[in-house]
């Protein structure tokens, strides 16, 4: 429920958009310490009260305020230092958050396990002090700061982070150092955005690659041992696949930086569309001995998406209603692997399932190679939605 609250993103992005960062950080600071310190009270004080269904909704409000923070995260600082190293600043941010996971499940682990009260007290004291501090230090133009002034009040949360619009160069000024971005156009939400055939073709790249990525990370350990691969080594494989993660976000966030003048970043989702098909046929004909490395892949593939898509939404539709377009396109994430692969690979998985001491298990090739042919074929239909939407953008060259 936390994870379905995290990606379900569309309520904190309208809100963001609304109130701003400064406000944002503050309202999901206090949120957070609210609702751990509402579930610690709650275990201590009255253990039968908590239901499944009130910790599943606690959690998932959980989940959507995590999203103020990393909009205030994303929202003032994608274009400080100009669009030719946006890809570096979000792609770092996108692994910041997702090593904070890793974090986080080391800290429970060595510190807390067991003590799931104290877990909740500490983390609510946590998050407010980290949101607090996230508030202070949040960027503010100051009045004299041309490169984000506003020639009137601003009429919109964002407008104050607004860059200055950018002059196009002629075709005589384009021979060196000039970099590839979308042309510029006015900022699109609600019906416009839902109206744009782009927002749809990127939206199915999400909804396929993400949850892709997502089956193989929540399905490790049934991937490895129906597949007779080393069961001794999944701790490690769920590692690698957080470490692979985390290293395709800032390695493909600096790669397209770099190649902008000549390879626009859409292209990146068609680099993760190829890297997706292989690594579910690399399940289907390696050694299992070597399971680690389609596993790692996966999540260097699920990181190169996390690099891309967040940076295109903001370059194709436009800085000032980021969060309700984020929050949008984040949808995908919210159904791609709960609402779709999770249930088929549960069928799938469950067809060939016999019963082990009582317990339904699959062993062999057929548990899961319905859903890594569905996968690779699903990766075709990806990489020509991300061909599609390179040939319907419109670029222009910055310098």
Request: charged content about 15%.
């Amino acid at each position: 429920m936390a994870s379905f609250g995290a990606y379900f993103s569309v309520s904190p992005g309208f809100v963001f958009d609304r109130i701003g960062p400064h406000r944002s950080v503050l309202l999901g600071g206090f949120l957070l310490a609210g609702i751990y310190t509402g579930l610690y009270a709650g275990l201590m004080a009255f253990p039968t009260a908590m239901t499944p269904l009130g910790v599943g909704v606690a959690f998932a409000v959980l989940g959507q305020a995590t999203n103020f923070g990393v909009f205030a995260a994303l929202g003032p600082n994608e274009d400080l230092f100009g669009p030719e190293n946006r890809g570096k600043i979000m792609a770092l941010e996108f692994a910041a958050f997702s090593a904070g996971g890793a974090l986080f499940a080391e800290l429970y682990k060595h510190y807390f396990d067991g003590e799931v009260p104290r877990y909740f007290r500490f983390m609510g004291c946590l998050m407010l002090v980290v949101f607090l501090l996230a508030w202070i230090a949040l960027y503010r133009p100051a009045k004299e700061d041309a490169a984000h002034a506003v020639a009137a009040a601003p009429i919109h949360a964002l407008d104050e982070f607004m860059p200055p619009d950018t002059p196009i160069q002629k075709a005589q000024d384009l021979e060196r150092d000039c970099k590839l971005v979308p042309m510029a156009q006015p900022d699109i939400t609600g019906r416009e955005i839902l109206a744009d055939s782009r927002f749809w073709l990127l939206f199915a790249t999400v909804f396929i690659l993400v949850g892709s990525s997502l089956f193989v990370m929540s399905n490790i350990a049934f991937i490895v041992e129906s597949l007779g691969g080393p069961m001794e080594q999944i701790s490690t494989m769920v590692a690698l696949f957080s470490v692979g993660n985390c290293c395709g976000r800032v390695m493909a966030g600096v790669v397209s930086d770099s190649v902008l003048d000549r390879c626009p970043r859409i292209y990146f989702v068609s680099l993760a569309s190829i890297l997706v098909g292989a690594i579910h046929t690399l399940f289907l004909f390696i050694p299992r001995a070597f399971l680690a490395v389609p596993i790692t892949l996966a999540g260097v593939a699920d990181g190169v998406m996390f690099a891309a898509f967040p940076v295109l939404t903001r370059e194709t539709f436009g800085a000032r209603h980021f969060g309700k377009n984020f929050g949008l396109i984040s949808v995908a994430n919210a159904l791609g692997f709960p609402l779709f692969y999770s249930p088929v690979g549960s069928f799938v998985y469950s067809m060939s399932a016999q019963s082990v001491d009582g317990v339904q298990k699959c062993v062999g090739d057929e548990c899961f190679r319905p859903v890594f042919l569905l996968v690779v074929a699903l990766s075709v239909v990806s990489l020509v939605a991300s061909l599609k939407f390179a040939a319907r953008q419109h670029y222009v060259r910055l310098s």
